[in-house]
């Protein structure tokens, strides 16, 4: 059976679902997405991600004409409509339609397209192994706290993950590791977890916003801080963290094996934290 999607007002199947080719998404990358992860059912952190949403429009001064509430109401109808047990929801708002013209346009209606994808997110194969990352310049933009549709440099990095054999990328700029291609970076030392402060250069990630609230029962404390790739490699543990890879270990970088090659505890007891708390509806808002 056919997915249900939602475009503009309307729940219907996907093949049926369109927009405008004059979409300021399509033409500009005009645009701003969020994806939610929902987990038996559940939406996971929902209210965060709309939060970011919301934040990141502001950025680009795109003003949003849902209200939070009918947000989530559009994503537990596709919930429902679609059967999701787990996987997740990619919500993606644009300028809306107009002519080409470089400039915002003046009274043109935003576009919003939401649609559910299922994944294995809990029972992973990866987290019994730990991913490989590999290392490449940051060819990204200077905003990257906005979480914009322009997704071409983490494209090329994800592909040059996938020609590598790994499942991501780490991206590099003056030295130092700026986040994933498409989550946060950490690594540990002892009982310390290291991931870069927020500003400008990284995503205010969602789940790295959960494994701070998570500090005291995990029993680690935090050092916000940029980190090389060589203090990675040399590191006692590493892992990301995103809405669809929730906490997971890596085990190698650029073939280089991390500590004794094997998930480390740190990255699985905060996954371990991490899944009950999604189980439970988790919403830290």
């Known amino acids: 059976m056919s997915r249900i999607v939602y475009v503009n007002g309307s729940y219907l199947p996907e093949e049926d679902a369109t927009i405008s080719i004059f979409d300021r998404g399509f033409i500009f990358g005009d645009g701003i997405y969020e994806v939610s992860a929902v987990i038996g059912g559940k939406l996971v952190d929902c209210?965060?991600?709309?939060?970011?949403?919301?934040?990141?429009?502001?950025?680009?001064?795109?003003?949003?004409?849902?209200?939070?509430?009918?947000?989530?109401?559009?994503?537990?109808?596709?919930?429902?409509?679609?059967?999701?047990?787990?996987?997740?929801?990619?919500?993606?708002?644009?300028?809306?339609?107009?002519?080409?013209?470089?400039?915002?346009?003046?009274?043109?209606k935003p576009t919003l397209v939401m649609f559910t994808q299922a994944r294995n997110f809990v029972n992973a194969p990866t987290v019994k192994t730990g991913i490989k990352v590999v290392s490449m310049p940051d060819l990204r933009w200077a905003r990257r706290d906005i979480k914009s549709v322009n997704l071409l440099a983490p494209v090329l990095a994800k592909q040059f993950a996938a020609e590598n054999g790994a499942q991501e990328t780490w991206l590099t700029e003056d030295g130092v590791v700026t986040e994933g291609?498409?989550?946060?970076?950490?690594?540990?030392?002892?009982?310390?977890?290291?991931?870069?402060?927020?500003?400008?250069?990284?995503?205010?990630?969602?789940?790295?916003?959960?494994?701070?609230?998570?500090?005291?029962?995990?029993?680690?404390?935090?050092?916000?801080?940029?980190?090389?790739?060589?203090?990675?490699?040399?590191?006692?543990e590493a892992f990301i963290t995103s809405a669809t890879s929730l906490v997971?270990?890596?085990?190698?970088?650029?073939?280089?094996?991390?500590?004794?090659?094997?998930?480390?505890?740190?990255?699985?007891?905060?996954?371990?934290?991490?899944?009950d708390f999604a189980r439970k509806g988790g919403a830290l808002g």
């Open 248 to 275: 997971m270990p890596v085990t190698t970088i650029d073939n280089h094996t991390i500590h004794n090659g094997a998930p480390g505890p740190a990255a699985l007891r905060l996954r371990e934290i991490y899944v």
């Open 47 to 108: 209210e965060a991600h709309l939060t970011r949403l919301e934040r990141s429009c502001g950025e680009i001064r795109l003003a949003l004409p849902w209200s939070k509430a009918e947000l989530v109401a559009i994503h537990e109808e596709l919930i429902k409509r679609n059967n999701l047990d787990e996987g997740g929801i990619y919500l993606q708002v644009s300028r809306g339609a107009s002519d080409r013209e470089f400039a915002f346009p003046k009274d043109v």
């Open 181 to 236: 291609a498409s989550s946060t970076a950490w690594i540990v030392k002892g009982k310390t977890l290291i991931t870069r402060p927020l500003s400008n250069k990284v995503l205010p990630g969602i789940t790295r916003k959960a494994v701070l609230a998570f500090l005291d029962e995990s029993g680690f404390t935090l050092e916000e801080r940029a980190f090389t790739l060589d203090e990675a490699l040399e590191a006692e």
